[in-house]
């Protein structure tokens, strides 16, 4: 849409204000009030401009319109939408408007024709009218829900429908769910959103154009009533409602209940990955043994938390895991994981590597294998580079009776968070967040290990806080490693972590070239990404029937899962 001057916008209004109020088709209301006798200032397209924001703000005036959603409790948006029956001849101005007025101003229901009087505010960038100091029923009507479809076009806005009772004929899909207990929030989006930098062909504008945010028009944090409790890709239909704004976004605010469809079984365990030697990779959230700390609050909690890890590493089954996020109180975490798994799955099974040097940071990384299927290859070592604030574990290991070696290098790299004010670290604006220089300067360090150590055959691999087409993981490439994930797993499943409601690949396996020919698959295990955060081991705000024992929302990272087939041993 082509921006108007100031002078031709005035003219517009102008115009646009000489034109007598169109009557809402409607009928009358038996016994109307007097009141109703007096005429709309000014049709609710006027109030609502073309632009952003109302050219009538600070006003007050008299519109007319049908009442197509009603949340005036005090627990809810303590208001009214109207709309007017009768769209003007500019698609540009929106038809519908915000009345804050709660009952005590004027009990209203859906499909009762007002006249309201009130000041026309744009309230942290929504149009409404508040205060208002009349509303009139002066009949019944009915508005039609408009059909709408993402994404957006380009150079349109949601603005142009602000307010307005929209219905979109299309199927959505659930992209975020992170505030769904919290708030009552989901995201939809239109065939799913992808963080730019993880894949080629994403841009920002189109996300978010093609997304959309539904809530329940409930102030109430923690609500005791919840949307329904869907899973990341869940398949949406019928969805209709009107449409606010609020806290920086538009907010469709749903008039009728929506269906969703889930989009296929939870994965009960991990798709085959072949060979003879079975790596994994899992971020635990958190695993502590100190209560109160990063981990479960209270003994109950972390029952809970130590169950849903042991579901989820037994699930895995693998020869090797690498973790992160454990608690660095020496083995006494990774210990304590390792005794609750071999409880379920027999005692002798998995066993704990000590690391050497796991740093000065709250949390650090570590690797159980399976001492029946795999032989440690001497002591494992570390590194001292200042650089890591994790220091990696390194380990190399054959299978049990010999043969071909392979080296982990578990790593936790640095993260996205607490971004520095200035220099190379802090935010570039280049959709990498900050602190990247210091992770090309880690994924250069492991590089610079493989290199001096001569390690065979390494595959390095965790939670390096990088998307897929990022410049730590194009150092580590041009390095000489291969992705595996980018290899073996389709381009709509290869994602391990959902920020924002976009989805991409924190979890990396990297390989040399010679381990590549050995590589027999890889999969990443879609238990937590997709899954709500309500369902995790928390026991604050938590709906107490949501929970289960088992891997489901386990951590907030999905495992990733690689096969090598590997020659010699038994």
Known sequence: MQALSRASLAAVVAACAALPAAPAAADPAPGASAACATPASHRIAQVQGAGDASPLAGQTVRVEGV???????????????????????????????????????????????VLITGTVTEYNGWTELSPVTAVDVCGTGRVAPLPYRLPVAAGASLE???????????????????????????????????QPTDRHGVDAAGNERRALLVDDASTRENPATLPPVVRAGDVARGVTGVLG????????QPTEPIAYASAG??????ARVGGNVKVASFNTLN????????????????????????SALKGLDADAVALMEVENNGQTALQALVDAVNAEVGAGTYAALAHPYPGTDAIQVGIIYKPGKLTPVGAATSSQDPVFSRPPLIQTFRRKGGGQPFTMLVNHLKSKGSCPSGGPDADQGDGQSCWNATRVAQAKALLGIIE?????????????????????????????????????????????????GLAGELDHALVGRQLLKRVSGA????????????????????????????????????????????????
Do not use: C
Request: charged letters at 25%; glycine letters at 8%.
């Open 67 to 113: 009442v197509t959603a009603d949340f005036q409790r005090t627990d809810q948006l303590s208001g009214f939408f109207l709309q007017d029956p009768r769209p003007d001849a500019d698609p540009a101005t929106s038809e519908g408007l915000f009345a804050y007025a709660r009952e005590s101003v004027r009990d209203v229901k859906v499909g009762d024709r």
């Open 160 to 194: 142009q429908v602000e307010n307005m009772l929209l219905t979109f004929p299309q199927p959505l899909t659930v992209s975020d769910h992170y505030n769904l207990g919290r708030y009552g929030e989901v995201t939809l989006s239109a065939q799913g959103l992808f």
């Open 245 to 252: 704004y609020g806290f920086g976004s538009y907010r469709l």
């Open 265 to 270: 079984p939870r994965p009960a365990r991990p």
């Open 287 to 310: 695993w502590f043994t100190t209560l109160g700390s990063r981990g479960a609050d209270n003994a109950e909690e972390q029952r809970r938390q130590l169950a849903k890890l042991v």
């Open 452 to 500: 001096e150590q001569d390690l065979p055959h390494p595959i390095v691999l965790g939670d390096l806080n990088a998307y897929g087409e990022e410049d730590p993981i194009r150092t580590l490439e041009a390095g000489g490693l291969a992705s595996v994930t980018k290899r073996f797993v389709p381009a709509g499943q290869r994602y391990s972590y959902l920020f924002d």
């Open 523 to 570: 999969t990443i295990w879609h238990i937590n990404a997709d899954e709500p955060r309500i369902r995790d081991y928390n026991t604050e705000f938590n709906p107490p029937d949501l929970y289960r024992p088992d891997a489901y929302r386990s951590s907030d990272h999905d495992p990733l899962v690689i096969g090598l087939n590997l020659p010699g041993g038994r």
